[in-house]
């Protein structure tokens, strides 16, 4: 499995809301942003972080959205 278990929910609950809180924070600096189960699931199996539950925020301070903007084809 991806991360062990099993989870109490009201902390992974109160880490939903604070990551909401940081990535809307971010958004109103216009730093493009997005929440990714994968990116923390890559730091948790190169064990960067020790800890159970792990996600990712990339940033971008780019003209274009490079997480919502989708190239014509």
Request: hydrophobic share 45%.
């Amino acid at each position: 499995t991806d991360f062990s278990g099993p989870n109490c929910i009201f902390p992974l609950i109160d880490l939903g809301i604070a990551l909401g809180s940081a990535v809307k924070l971010a958004s109103e600096y216009c730093v493009d942003n997005r929440i990714m189960y994968t990116v923390g699931l890559a730091a948790k199996k190169l064990n960067l972080m020790d800890a159970d539950v792990v996600m990712g925020i990339p940033l971008s301070v780019s003209g274009k959205s490079i997480y919502f903007d989708r190239p014509k084809v």
